[in-house]
């Protein structure tokens, strides 16, 4: 008897797409094509699109997703290219019959023995670094650090200006320093937005600040040489420094932040300073004019650098942003750095630096040489997405969300955490500093420990510390992605987990 013909799958197609309600959220893959394709993969070799299986077509796939209909057709070309998938006229895409998968080895199948794979063996760095990462966060964004709110981002704007570029075409060719469009958009909204005068030729869009960095440090100093680094601070910029072959020498840093004359106190040699002048990492403290005119003096003395990272100076509930340090420069000695991806959509993987004049062409040579640039993808729909208003809109909207989710973080502490943390409210940020109440003993690492096991992202605050001696114990708490109605249920879980741990 003739079997019958296979029928397209139910939809919508039940696709892991991470914790963004657009589909286009999983993490780990820098572009949105890549997500879907990786997603697509995961459904053929789990089963769940077995072969001979008839996809739904690339525009019901992508009003299902969230995704533009390009990004769909980019990611079933690319699964055509590498065997997974097979197109015919008349018979639509369809998953093949044999794949890729099944002409390797088999593992794990009974009556199948191989040898074993053997264990890997790391280098003295590898293994520290692998250390440090700790283990890998749970699911849950819930007080996770650096995620905006992926509820309030305007995901039908933003699905439109992506199309309108796939319409128009791919780029005629790749543009090292980035997307024209998108480095004038971002230089017009940096000097009337941030108070950074700059030209669209001084911007450059970089797929991280730890790209940017690593970039910057091996392109103005010799390996060996000293950079100052605040403490406490993001331990990510210690391992750009550090593979970038430089000694870093980590500031203690009190309420007045970064002190010049502290960390020339404790190595005269350096000639870099990578800084947060508006809002320490972690702890908050907003450096004072005093201690940034003296940063500036010395640089300008020293013929030194001075890196401004300012991953989320945007956000201010009292009162306006605060100036950058770039905007009192006059010797050209401060490199500003800012992050699209932390401010609007972790997927983007795109950040941004203002140089100097002097390094413009420095650095276009070396990003072109090296072909480390940022992806092209999502460029001009970013760039359509400032020039239109959409970005100064959507840092407005939530910069009033996130005040309001951070009084109800504080005021659900308050209840609920009374006797285990403290959870005082800032100015500024995405994220509140937990801290041990007194009397109370208490393991941040372990508290994380406890928090991940009850599906809560916390990070520990004494590996911020370069100085063990001088770590103190705390959790940092993100609120920005945790929308106000979960916020009490989330603490009362967290607070459960901390004293059953206890």
Avoid at 84 to 110: I, Q, W
Avoid at 309 to 327: F, K, V
Avoid at 329 to 348: E, F, I, N
């Amino acid at each position: 008897m003739k079997p019958s013909p296979r029928r397209p799958p139910a939809l919508p197609l039940q696709l892991d797409l991470g914790p963004s309600p657009g589909g286009c959220g999983l993490a780990g893959h820098a572009s949105l094509h890549g997500r879907v394709r990786e997603a697509l993969r995961d459904a053929i070799l789990s089963g769940r699109l077995p072969p001979g299986e008839r996809l739904p077509s690339s525009r019901t796939l992508a009003e299902d997703l969230g995704c533009a209909r390009g990004t769909i057709l980019l990611a079933i070309e690319q699964l055509v290219a590498e065997g997974y998938l097979t197109t015919r006229p008349g018979s639509g895409t369809r998953v093949v019959d044999t794949l890729p998968d099944d002409l390797l080895v088999p593992r794990g199948v009974a009556g199948r023995t191989g040898p074993s794979p053997a264990a890997p063996v790391l280098s003295r760095r590898g293994a520290s670094l692998a250390a440090a990462r700790g283990e890998a966060a749970p699911l849950s964004d819930a007080f996770a650090l650096g995620r905006p709110a992926l509820d309030a981002f305007p995901r039908e704007t933003w699905a439109r200006l992506l199309q309108a570029e796939w319409r128009a075409g791919p780029p005629a060719s790749l543009h090292p320093l980035g997307e024209p469009r998108l480095r004038s958009a971002l230089a017009a909204y940096l000097s009337a937005g941030r108070g950074v005068a700059c030209s669209e030729e001084a911007v450059i869009v970089t797929s991280s600040i730890r790209q940017s960095l690593r970039l910057l440090a091996e392109l103005l100093l010799e390996p060996g040489e000293a950079a100052y680094l605040e403490e406490p601070g993001f331990p990510g910029l210690a391992h750009a420094l550090g593979a970038a072959g430089l000694r870093t020498v980590p500031v203690p840093c009190d309420a007045a932040g970064f002190s010049i004359a502290r960390a020339q106190s404790l190595d005269p040699g350096a000639r870099l300073a990578v800084v947060t002048p508006a809002q320490g990492h972690p702890l908050g403290a907003t450096m004072s004019l005093e201690n940034r005119l003296a940063l500036l003096a010395w640089a300008e003395a020293r013929e030194g650098w001075i890196v401004e990272d300012d991953y989320d100076g945007e956000y201010r509930y009292a009162g306006r942003p605060l100036a950058p340090l770039h905007a009192l420069d006059r010797a050209g000695r401060v490199l500003y750095v800012g992050s699209v991806s932390k401010v609007l959509l972790p997927a983007l993987q795109m950040s941004y630096l203002v140089l100097p004049q002097t390094l413009v062409e420095p650095v276009r040579r070396a990003l072109t040489g090296s072909g480390g640039f940022a992806s092209i993808l999502g460029q001009g729909a970013l760039a359509r997405f400032i020039a239109e208003g959409h970005f100064a809109a959507h840092l407005r909207r939530t910069r009033r969300l996130y005040g309001e989710r951070q009084a109800a973080l504080v005021a659900s502490a308050r209840d609920l955490l009374g006797g285990v943390l403290a959870v005082p409210p800032r100015d500024g940020g995405m994220h509140l500093v937990a801290r041990p109440v007194a009397g109370a003993k208490f393991d941040d690492r372990r508290a994380v420990e406890a928090c991940a096991r009850a599906g809560i992202a916390t990070t520990a605050l004494s590996p911020h510390f370069a100085d063990p001696a001088r770590a103190e114990q705390g959790l940092l708490l993100g609120y920005a992605s945790v929308p106000e109605r979960a916020i009490v249920p989330v603490v009362r879980r967290m607070a459960e987990a901390l004293r059953a741990d206890r």
